[in-house]
């Protein structure tokens, strides 16, 4: 646990909680050196909003890999297959691989090729989705067309329903869904954010479809691949191939980046230029190893 505080003259400040962990103070103690070789990034309010980089983004996390720090960037977003994520990181000067990026969607289908690979699938999700499930070798089926959506529709040959984000979300999806639960199929999901933040607001996700079908059906999810699911950790850190020890999640929400990681073991770090405020983390039982403005301060905390 870090303690103390440092405040670094032209540059962002790093606040840490005091001793008793009742409050927040700026000021005089020693920078933190936390030993720290792989590190996770959140993307949406962490490292960049919409189309721009956050500040300090570019900046801290060129300086890391300059020395020698290996990144990875975790999206629950399951709309855009990890290249696009990549291609957009370069597009905003942080210039990423495809494999640097790990989405809920990847982390589901990498999931169920890997335990249940002879499932028949079917998808709420986006055609991108259904595609990169395909990709996988999962045999994912077309909706029943030939069925009235307004009847009891008999799920044929569903073994397995997964949830993903759908904006195309219809009655037709929701009651092939409905009855191929009702009949017993397993019960996946991508992601569970409840909205989407967009430009101006934010639009209805997964988590409400989930939700609705587990109340219309009495079944349960049985297994959710984004955050703060601990399985896409665990595929961040076998990417990595480093202990959790030396590896620190930096994000900017907390029941999803900082819990996330601190149950995989991970060092944390909260930022401030996304959903959680200083306030906020004044509340947690278990706060994160350090609170900072900006991306661009991490360089300063680790050795
Ligand atoms: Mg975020």
């Avoid at 699938?121 to 055609?127: A, D, F, L, S």
């Amino acid at each position: 646990m870090v303690r103390g505080s440092t405040e670094r003259p032209g540059r962002a400040t790093l606040y840490a909680m005091n001793a008793d962990n009742a409050h927040w103070q700026m000021g005089n103690a020693p920078t933190p050196h936390l030993q720290i070789d792989g590190i996770v990034f959140d993307l949406d309010g962490t490292v960049y909003l919409g189309e721009r980089a956050l500040p300090g983004a570019v900046e801290g996390i060129a300086e890391l890999r300059q020395r020698g720090k290996q990144t990875l960037f975790v999206s629950n977003k399951p709309l855009e297959p990890p290249a696009v994520y990549a291609a957009k990181l370069t597009r905003l000067g942080i210039p990423t691989r495809p494999d640097e990026v790990i989405t809920s969607a990847s982390v589901l289908g990498h999931y169920l090729a890997l335990h249940t690979p002879e499932l028949r699938y079917y998808v709420i999700g986006e055609p991108a989705l259904r595609a990169d499930l395909r990709s996988r070798g999962l045999t994912i089926l077309d909706e029943l067309a030939g069925q009235d959506a307004q009847e009891v529709i008999d799920p044929e040959g569903i073994d397995a329903v997964i949830v993903a984000f759908d904006r195309t979300l219809d009655y037709r999806k929701l009651n092939t869904a409905y009855q191929a639960l009702r009949n017993g199929a397993r019960f996946f999901a991508t992601n569970a954010d409840k909205a989407c933040p967009m430009p101006g607001g934010a639009i209805p996700d997964a988590g409400g479809t989930i939700a609705a079908l587990e109340h219309m059906t009495g079944r349960k999810l049985e297994l959710l691949a984004g955050k703060p699911s601990p399985i896409i950790m665990e595929v961040a850190l076998n990417k990595l191939e480093l202990p959790a020890a030396r590896c620190m999640m930096v994000g900017d929400r907390l029941e999803t980046d900082i819990y996330m990681g601190q149950q995989a073991g991970m060092a944390t770090a909260a930022v401030l230029t996304g959903a959680a405020t200083r306030a906020d983390i004044a509340h947690m039982q278990v706060p994160p190893t350090v609170v900072i403005d900006n991306v661009g301060m991490l360089p300063a905390l680790l050795e």
